[in-house]
């Protein structure tokens, strides 16, 4: 491997394919599509997903958690797992609901024309206006929640795929790229901790589909799920961060939400398939339904 700093960029860049990398990017290449024939399964629910329990896979099923507490049947969903360090990304199947091979996706067979979503933010934006929750109607409080389901959609490849990369993932540490994310993600949690300073929720008192984005990163990074970096970040400076997702890390849907397709952490928080409510109880006896594994 080039020593980073010895690295003199070519002319062109080509693929190194035996090239330095970290286990999440082994199956990254420079071109799209599908690299072998593989059908997504179907099961019985209305809503079909196609993830795995990370921050943006937990948006959705924490979404979906809330409309079935609410009482919204039609939020009955198959949450099917896609394990994207073996390549499931690049499955035919997979591809034809995501032609970008990224988890969240969503097929919604509620109608007779079958509907596909990909980005999690978009998915968000779909069952909050299907269902008619979590998106406020009134003019600037929508505009409100649109503007912080956006602020963390396009922060997240600095929290995630910056910070988390270079901190948590790559083969070797680079002062410089650390740096860099990491003066990204102290500003980032400044300016949610500004706002949360004098409002409940993103939004004001209303929780939202912007909540829920926003929560399974930053919750995550408060509370020590994500990156093993608390200290890292002084996390305790972001008291109202921390106010904040404490609240709504107590909520029962966001319990069973943020366990849906998770496949690292302790097994009692592990659901790798969710396919019916009573899952969950199944998983407090430790008979975890374990079905397309
Ligand atoms: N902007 C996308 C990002 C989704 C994303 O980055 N998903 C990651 C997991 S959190 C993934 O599927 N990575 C697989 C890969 O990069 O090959 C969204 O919010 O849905």
């Given at each position: 491997m080039t020593n980073s700093s010895d690295y003199v960029p070519p002319k062109v860049w080509t693929w190194d394919k035996g090239g330095a990398a970290s286990p999440v990017t082994s199956h990254n290449r420079p071109v799209a599509g599908a690299t072998h024939v593989k059908e997504l399964p179907v099961g019985r629910h209305p809503l079909q997903l196609y993830s795995l329990g990370t921050p943006n896979g937990q948006k959705v099923t924490i979404l979906l958690e809330e409309l079935l507490e609410l009482g919204y049947a039609g939020a009955e969903y198959d949450a099917w797992l896609i394990r994207i360090n073996e390549g499931g990304q690049f499955g035919t199947g997979f591809v034809d609901v995501n032609p970008n091979s990224k988890i969240p996706a969503l097929v919604d067979r509620s109608d007779a024309e079958t509907i596909r979503v990909f980005e999690s933010g978009a998915i968000l934006m779909y069952l909050a206006e299907k269902f008619g929750a979590f998106l406020p109607q009134e003019a600037s409080q929508r505009a409100e929640c649109l503007s912080w389901l956006f602020w963390q959609m396009g922060s997240a490849p600095y929290?995630?795929?910056?910070?988390?990369?270079?901190?948590?993932?790559?083969?070797?540490?680079?002062?410089?790229?650390?740096?860099?994310?990491?003066?990204?993600?102290?500003?980032?949690?400044?300016?949610?901790?500004?706002?949360?300073?004098?409002?409940?929720?993103?939004?004001?008192?209303?929780?939202?589909?912007?909540?829920?984005?926003?929560?399974?990163?930053?919750?995550?990074l408060i509370q020590g799920r994500l990156y093993d970096a608390t200290e890292f970040l002084s996390v305790r400076d972001y008291q109202h961060v921390r106010r904040w997702a404490d609240t709504i890390g107590e909520r029962s849907a966001v319990i069973r939400g943020r366990i849906v397709n998770r496949t690292s952490g302790e097994l009692s928080e592990q659901l790798h398939e969710r396919h019916s409510a009573t899952d969950f109880d199944l998983m407090t006896q430790d008979k975890r339904p374990a079905r397309g594994e």
């Open positions: 929290l995630g795929g910056g910070f988390g990369h270079f901190y948590a993932y790559a083969p070797v540490k680079i002062k410089y790229a650390i740096d860099r994310f990491t003066m990204e993600t102290k500003r980032l949690l400044d300016v949610l901790d500004r706002r949360l300073a004098d409002n409940t929720f993103v939004v004001g008192t209303e929780y939202t589909i912007a909540d829920m984005a926003i929560w399974p990163w930053y919750g995550g």
